[in-house]
């Protein structure tokens, strides 16, 4: 079992800055695949970006070079720094760990920390 505690959601006003952080209680961190999602208020669920173990990143398009995800496996801890913020950015922000082996999948989320971009 792994739990995930998101931090460092808030209000910000258009074109400000925040850096979430998601702590993760997994005995071997890098093992597992880190991602940031969001939901906005009625939405489903969308991907932000995610790392893999081995730190190769993806972004989905409406962020990439505003939004930065990063690791740091010795203090089990992803990170999400998010620039240029637009008010359409405004979800709850959930951090998901997911590991593969073979054929079997195993996710865990955390319970979201909320941003809110208005002025």
């Known amino acids: 079992q792994v739990q995930l505690v998101e931090s460092g959601g808030g209000l910000v006003q258009p074109g400000g800055s925040l850096r979430l952080s998601c702590a993760a209680s997994?005995?071997?961190?890098?093992?597992?695949?880190m991602g940031w999602y969001r939901q906005a208020p009625g939405m489903q669920r969308e991907l932000v970006a995610t790392?893999?173990?081995?730190?190769?990143?993806n972004y989905d398009d409406s962020v990439k070079g505003r939004f930065t995800i990063s690791r740091d496996n010795a203090k089990n801890t992803v990170f999400l720094v998010m620039n240029s913020l637009k008010p359409e950015d405004t979800a709850v922000y959930y951090c998901?760990?997911?590991?593969?082996?073979?054929?079997?999948?195993?996710?865990?989320w955390g319970q979201g920390t909320q941003v809110t971009v208005s002025s």
């Open positions: 790392i893999t173990p081995g730190g190769t990143t």
């Open positions: 998901k760990a997911e590991y593969a082996e073979g054929p079997l999948t195993t996710s865990y």
């Open positions: 997994a005995r071997i961190f890098s093992i597992y695949a």
